[in-house]
């Protein structure tokens, strides 16, 4: 069977989705060539402001590498832009771009010393996307000025930066938000222009706009609304300042332009085809060109234009059905569209449209000023036709499906918002259909899902989405993804002791913290004993024993055969059964005295390494156990529980001490949080950080609770970090005034955390299993009314705080306690604890 020659232009978000439809249909039919203006394989561009933030690298964000246009059979020309299509000559000739061309430049450049490339074609598919739009602003281009559009892009602003104070985005619309908050990450300070009354027109209404600007001054962002930016001045070839229509002028050190997109037409208009505001397709995505059709962001369809990812799919998933022959008469006939989003610390949600059409429109708002929420519905008939969600938007998944189907809304109105959306989110995904898509980001349906589950043995949102990418985007619907499990993964087989605290008590949790309490049991063998037959379990004995510790407190009678020998030792085994030694050093200041006495410690007794770790501490490599009382009692310094599941280090940057950008004092801070919370027990290790600002040098983003300064004298509470194994940037619990603040909610959390992870769990697996909006009803507005019990259940953990150094170095705890080498068997199930 010979191919049919199929040309994509553009290798964007909508080119290789249609490529990918297409091969889903009938991998034979087609030879494809693909172009591609920037020299990367496919990645997803809604999650550029993830790679600004740094919550995302790069490579996280492509969908397809290189080395899938290769499996696949397809020619890829990447960085290589199409000048023409010449339809009698059925031919599609491009250009390579060097280093310095921009790739959705809207001029060409020149074919002279440049190898073109021509290649023929029975049908092609023009997916050029679109490009930002640059409003008349005099002096803008060259060094300090940016577009926000390509991984490029995302590159150059964070290198340049590095080196600035002051940064202006112009365009409060989602991409200008999305990047002010990406630059707020890189240690400058941001304001946002936007001409129109309030953030976001499009997409929201007077309220909800002048709300979430509220949001984002509190996040520390400064936003001027209603000003028109004439022009950029500059001295001695740097920015200096932007100058408003009014006279008025804003200094700054560079520009980010995000103020909308314009389709990218030059290629159709030079080719003949019909070209309104983008190039125009009937509802079978064709142009006036029968072998030539189009999609993505480039389309106007039906006279309307699409920004968003949504659309893009179900365009693509119809030109594929058309393109194959297996449903030549498939139709595109629009989209209802919504937007989300995506900035640390803002729920937003727009769906539909945002204003009622007339009198006859039934308007539903609910207020909660304080907590700053707004949600907005908008009632036609008997149909909702409009959302938007500020602040809350649990409801989102239901409302959107709600809008999707046009079905008729309850006459209670508060069911849509407020009903009990967990019961119904199971009933919902039962019924909806398999072709309804659930990640919008990647385009996963509801069908795919269910076959992963089924076939697959997907049991976990993380094993779907590595199955299918389903969730894992921007992560709005991993909910779905979960009903979905609870939904179809009944007939899969489980192992009850997944759910056990511990293998050997066949308890979970909750009930296994209750019946200790309740039998008064303060040993891990009466827990065997009355809670497991009597037979013990050695696997069991180090988790049960971390359990009893923090339920107990000084109560706890301990067995020193239920630790592990890092707990017996106060060390952290190495593999050759030597130890580590780490003395504590508060918020990584110390002292000339202190590093005289490390130093002559580590002198004293040969130790052959001295390192300073991860945490900044320093660690003292190659101990002999034997010598461990020893240098304890030399030292002088209590321990730095570098081995313990519990309260690690807290780092910190100088703050206000010494660096120019610091805005509150994390060292301090760090020393106070590190004082009040040392060596306490908890579920898995927990690492924190404090940082005078938000350049984040001491990386308190990723850390189990990070405490950031931003302007204002204020400090952001993040939890559930993570810089390992799991990279993961923390939820935004609390933003708060004062030191004291800050411990008694980092207190309150490493509580909560203390009594409610399963053993081993990380912080960042509970913040995802709980949720940040969860968390925040229980600890921060007290929903369950346990917040003073939880504040003076974390004191009376820290009162009990009593270093074991000092203690167990004079008098060891039994007389062979550092004795001898450790077993070759027990080095082989030790666990570095980092």
Not at 119 to 137: H, L, Q, W
Not at 577 to 582: A, K
Request: charged content about 25%; glycine content about 10%.
């Amino acid at each position: 069977m010979n191919k049919k020659n199929l040309v994509v232009i553009g290798n964007g978000m909508a080119g290789a989705r249609v490529v990918e439809e297409i091969l889903k249909r009938t991998p034979e039919m087609f030879q494809i060539t693909m172009f591609g203006a920037e020299p990367y394989g496919n990645y997803n561009r809604i999650l550029l402001s993830n790679v600004l933030n740094g919550t995302d690298k790069a490579t996280d964000i492509f969908m397809n590498p290189l080395s899938w246009y290769e499996e696949k059979g397809i020619k890829l020309h990447a960085g290589v832009k199409v000048i023409k299509i010449d339809r009698e000559k059925k031919t599609v000739i491009g250009v390579p771009l060097t280093r310095n061309d921009c790739p959705y430049s809207s001029s060409n450049p020149s074919p002279a010393n440049r190898q073109t490339v021509v290649e023929p074609y029975d049908d092609v598919i023009i997916a050029t996307g679109s490009r930002p739009f640059v409003p008349p602003i005099e002096g803008f281009g060259g060094p300090g000025t940016f577009l926000f559009r390509t991984l490029d892009d995302c590159a150059r602003i964070a290198d340049y930066a590095a080196n600035c104070q002051k940064a202006v985005v112009i365009g409060g619309g989602l991409l200008g938000l999305e990047a002010a908050r990406g630059l707020l990450t890189h240690g400058v300070l941001v304001t946002v222009i936007e001409a129109a009354p309030h953030l976001m027109p499009v997409q929201l209404d007077d309220e909800g706009g002048r709300l979430l600007k509220s949001t984002m001054e509190a996040m520390g962002i400064t936003v001027y609304c209603q000003q028109i930016v004439k022009g950029i001045e500059k001295k001695n070839g740097k920015i200096s300042h932007l100058v408003f229509h009014d006279g008025t002028t804003l200094p700054t050190d560079m520009v980010v332009v995000s103020t909308g997109i314009r389709p990218i037409v030059e290629i159709a208009n030079e080719a003949g085809l019909a070209v309104g505001r983008g190039i125009m397709t009937n509802d079978q995505m064709r142009t006036n060109d029968e072998n030539i059709f189009a999609v993505g962001e480039c389309v106007e369809h039906r006279g309307q234009l699409y920004g968003l990812v949504e659309p893009i799919w179900e365009q693509a998933r119809t030109l594929a059905d058309v393109i194959t022959g297996m449903n030549p008469q498939a139709a595109y006939t629009g989209s209802k569209m919504a937007t989300k989003l995506k900035v640390m610390g803002v729920e937003l949600v727009s769906m539909g449209e945002k204003d009622p059409a007339g009198e006859k429109d039934e308007v539903v708002t609910y207020r909660e000023p304080n907590r700053g929420v707004y949600q907005k519905l908008i009632i036609r008939g008997d149909r909702l036709v409009g959302t938007i969600l500020l602040g809350q938007v649990q409801a989102y998944d239901h409302l959107l499906q709600v809008l999707k189907d046009g079905n008729s809304v309850s006459p209670d109105r508060t069911e849509l918002l407020f009903g009990q959306q967990e019961s119904k989110s199971l009933t919902d995904v039962l019924q909806m259909p398999d072709g309804l898509q659930i990640c919008n980001c990647n385009g996963v349906t509801k069908g795919e899902i269910r076959k992963a589950i089924r076939k697959e043995n997907c049991t976990s949102v993380l094993k779907v989405g590595l199955c299918t990418k389903a969730g894992q985007g921007c992560g709005s619907c991993k909910n779905v993804i979960f009903q979905l499990i609870r939904a179809y993964a009944d007939d899969l087989s489980s192992d009850p002791k997944e759910h056990y605290y511990v293998p050997g008590v066949p308890l979970e949790k909750s009930r296994l913290i209750a019946a200790i309490k309740a039998k008064n049991l303060k040993s891990v063998s009466t827990v065997f004993q009355e809670l497991a037959g009597g037979k013990e379990d050695a696997v069991s004995k180090v988790g049960l024993a971390s359990l009893l510790r923090s339920t107990w407190n000084e109560e706890y009678k301990d067995e020193r055969d239920a630790r592990f020998i890092n707990d017996r030792v106060h060390a952290n085994i190495q593999r050759d059964g030597t130890f580590s030694v780490v003395p504590r050093i508060y918020g990584g200041v110390t002292s000339a005295d202190e590093l005289i006495r490390i130093g002559t410690v580590a002198k004293k007794y040969n130790v052959p390494m001295v390192k300073i770790t991860g945490g900044q501490r320093i660690d003292l490599l190659g101990v002999k156990k034997e010598d461990l009382p020893h240098i304890w009692r030399d030292l002088g310094i209590p321990s730095g529980h570098a081995y313990t599941k519990a309260v690690r280090t807290v780092k910190s940057c100088v703050g206000t001490d010494f660096c120019r950008y610091g805005l509150g004092d994390s060292i301090r801070l760090a020393q106070e949080i590190e004082r009040a919370f040392q060596g306490i027990e908890s579920p898995h290790k927990i690492k924190m950080a404090a940082a005078g600002c938000p350049r984040n040098c001491s990386e308190a983003y990723v850390k189990d609770v990070g405490v950031v300064a931003i302007e204002g004298g204020k400090w952001e509470i993040y939890i559930g970090g993570a810089a390992g194994g799991t990279v993961r940037k923390g939820d935004l619990l609390a933003t708060v005034e004062t030191h004291e603040e800050v411990l008694k909610l980092v207190g309150r959390f490493i509580q909560y955390y203390r009594e409610h992870a399963k053993y081993m769990e990380r912080t960042y697996g509970f913040a995802e299993r709980i949720g940040i909006d969860r968390l925040k009803a229980i600890l921060i507005e007290d929903e369950m009314g346990i917040c003073k019990r939880l504040d003076q259940e974390i004191q009376k953990a820290a009162s009990t705080y009593v270093d074991p150094w000092k203690k167990e170095a004079e008098l060891p705890a039994y007389p062979h306690q550092f004795e001898g080498p450790e077993l070759v068997q027990v080095l082989q199930e030790a666990v570095n604890n980092g």
